[in-house]
């Protein structure tokens, strides 16, 4: 069974930092692009960063770039999502998403974790 849980989640104050897990079981992750997505209430679901197969590609939303990384770990099956000078704009709901082929596109993910809430105050 296809399984992706996040992890990491929290309240934290404005320009503070969280590091996001992913957790992929079921399934062979290090063939798989991974990508973070956020929803925040009253908004679409956006996409956030992906990263290729191997990790030596990433790419990232203009919202969030030079503030959030992410990486993986296929030996550990895990996805990572740095967040760093969060801001309170960056409060939702934080998913990730798996896809065969690279995109940033939120229809294109083939598996979904269930979120983790990220709060940041003011």
């Known amino acids: 069974q296809v399984q992706l849980v996040e992890s990491g989640g929290g309240l934290v104050q404005a320009g503070g930092s969280l590091r996001l897990s992913c957790a992929a079981s079921?399934?062979?992750?290090?063939?798989?692009?991974m990508g973070w997505f956020r929803h925040a209430p009253g908004k679409e679901r956006d996409w956030v960063a992906t990263?290729?197969?191997?990790?030596?590609?990433?790419n990232y939303a203009d919202s969030v770039k030079d503030r959030f990384t992410i990486s993986r770990d296929n030996a550990k099956n895990t996805v990572y999502l740095w967040l760093n000078s969060l801001k309170p704009e960056d409060t939702a709901v934080y998913y990730c998403?798996?896809?065969?082929?690279?995109?940033?596109?939120?229809?294109?993910?083939?598996?979904w974790g269930q979120g983790t809430q990220v709060t940041v105050s003011s």
């Open positions: 079921g399934f062979t992750l290090n063939v798989y692009k």
């Open positions: 990263i290729s197969s191997n990790g030596g590609l990433t």
């Open positions: 998403a798996a896809v065969w082929k690279y995109t940033i596109r939120v229809a294109e993910y083939d598996y």
